[in-house]
């Protein structure tokens, strides 16, 4: 793997700025991977090894996918929505895993670690740089349960919503009153239809 000023920087080009987000999710990544004994994870053959669960769609995530290599476009990148700046890393050979917090202490520490900054942003983000990982972060070792259908690899799992037949892939279909139902269908949607498409009839 390369270091961690590599990873930063190219972390911080591809998200889009360099932030305090960015230093926690190259340093969590990294440590994520040495954990679970990945050590060149963006590479064959370890990149089909790994599963990431982010617990937030911040800045860190974006720095961990860099970091890892894992995007959802390859199913190696799952986001579960729970507002924690928290990962979970996942070696799908071993079925070693570990989850990495950071503490909310860290910021409070900020100002131990760089006491001549007086910019909070600036500050946080140097202080991360060199802050112990104690400090840092909370590390557990867990168990993860990675079903089938949530694979990375081809779809194998299809099926058809009852009510507005679109085809709902990797077993993410409602049974709903004995009716197989999209999600949308069964709970209703995040977006509104404006005008229903009209039928040609030339």
């Known amino acids: 793997m390369e270091d961690f000023e590599t990873l930063l920087k190219g972390s911080a080009k591809a998200h889009g700025h360099l932030c305090p987000g960015q230093v926690v999710g190259v340093r969590m990544a990294m440590l994520g991977c040495h954990l679970i004994g990945l050590d060149e994870p963006r ?3 370890q990149i089909k090894k790994l599963i990431v669960y982010v617990e937030m769609d911040r800045c860190a995530t974006d720095a961990i996918s860099f970091v890892t290599g894992v995007k959802l476009g390859r199913r190696s990148l799952k986001f579960v929505d729970n ?3 928290a990962a979970t890393f996942v070696n799908l050979d071993t079925q070693k895993a570990f989850r990495i917090a950071s503490t909310e ?6 100002a131990v670690y760089a006491p001549e900054i007086m910019d909070k942003s600036l ?4 202080a991360y740089k060199k802050m112990g990982l104690d400090d840092l ?8 349960d990675v079903p089938a259908w949530d694979m990375p690899g081809p779809t194998r799992f299809k099926a058809l919503c009852a009510r507005c037949n679109t085809i709902v892939r990797d077993k993410r279909e409602v049974l709903k009153n004995d ?10 949607s995040y977006y509104h ?10």
């Not at 972060?137 to 993860?144: L, R």
């Not at 009716?179 to 209703?188: D, H, K, S, T, V």
């Open 43 to 45: 590479t064959l053959p």
């Open 83 to 85: 507002g924690i700046m």
């Open 105 to 110: 202490g860290s910021r409070d520490l900020a």
């Open 123 to 126: 500050q946080q983000l140097e």
């Open 137 to 144: 972060f909370i590390v557990e070792e867990v168990s993860v």
């Open 179 to 188: 009716e197989i139902l999209c999600r949308n269908c069964a709970f209703g």
């Open 193 to 202: 239809l404006l005008k229903k498409k009209e039928k040609n009839n030339d």
